[in-house]
C-alpha cells in the first residue's frame, strides 16, 4: 500500500512537470491575437499570388506579426499602423458640407502624411494638424496653434 501512494505520487509529479513544460514551451502557439490590425491588401498587390495557408492565428507569427489573409491565403504580415498627426475636427455646430462618399477607410489609402478622417458626412483624405489640442474636462477641445 505504501508502494501504491509513492507511484501515484510520482505519477501525479511526472504529470504536473509535463504539463507546466508544455504549457510554456507552447503558450505562443495559443496567443489568438495579437495587438493591432492586419493591413489593407490592394487587388494590384502581389501576394494575392500567394494562395498557400502559411498561418491560421496571430500566434504562429513572429514578433508582432499579424496572420493575415493576403487576398487568396493567409500569411504573417507586420501589422498596419496609423500615420502620425490628428484629424481636422468636425465642429458639429457649423453645417456640414463634407462629401458624403467613403473615400479611404484608414490612412494607408491616403498618399503622403494625409490621413483618413471624417468630413462630417463620409471619409476623405486629409493633411493633418501640426498643432496642439486642448481637451477640457467639460468635453470641449480647443485648438491651440496651426
Known sequence: EMMTARVCCSLIAVLLCLFVYLSTTDAKEYVTEKPGVCPKIYPEDDMLEDCAELCSQDGQCPDDEKCCSNG?????????????????????????????????????????????????????????????YIILMCGSIYFLMQ
Request: proline share 13%.
Open 72 to 132: 487568396c491565403g493567409q500569411r504573417c504580415m507586420p501589422p498596419y499602423k496609423a500615420k502620425p498627426g490628428m484629424c481636422p475636427r468636425n465642429n458639429v455646430k457649423e453645417p456640414v458640407f463634407g462629401v458624403c462618399a467613403e473615400l479611404c477607410s484608414r490612412d494607408s489609402d491616403c498618399p503622403n502624411d494625409q490621413k483618413c478622417c471624417s468630413n462630417g458626412c463620409g471619409h476623405q483624405c486629409m493633411p493633418p494638424y501640426k498643432g496642439i
